[in-house]
């Protein structure tokens, strides 16, 4: 496991995003649990945020795709709406402890 982030780094019904051994990942917080993914559309293949570190919709209750919409479900990274409906992101190994937020790559 590779430590990530510290555990107030990434507050809640927030994201983050992340370079961690050459590959762009990141970081979903909802209802205290840090989720992490690999930070790559299945549809196009393509970064997911708008903005650096944003990850979310407007409720901040899914992850959106800013290509094209797509709607992901933060737990699962399951896309429920849009052209990659049924795909889902790859979702990576990720604990927390006392230290962080720690993934496994």
């Given at each position: 496991m590779k430590f990530l982030c510290a555990s107030n780094a990434l507050a809640e019904a927030s994201s983050r995003g992340f370079n961690m051994d050459g590959r762009k990942l990141?970081?979903?917080?909802?209802?205290?649990?840090?989720y992490a993914y690999i930070n790559r559309c299945p549809h196009r293949g393509v970064p997911l945020e708008w903005q650096p570190d944003r990850f979310l919709d407007q409720s901040a209750s899914l992850i959106q795709c800013a290509t094209h919409g797509a709607l992901f479900l933060v737990e699962s990274g399951e896309c429920v709406a849009g052209p990659c409906a049924g795909q889902s992101l790859t979702a990576l190994d990720c604990r927390e402890d006392e230290q962080g937020v720690w993934v496994q790559l």
């Open positions: 990141f970081a979903v917080r909802r209802d205290g649990v840090a």
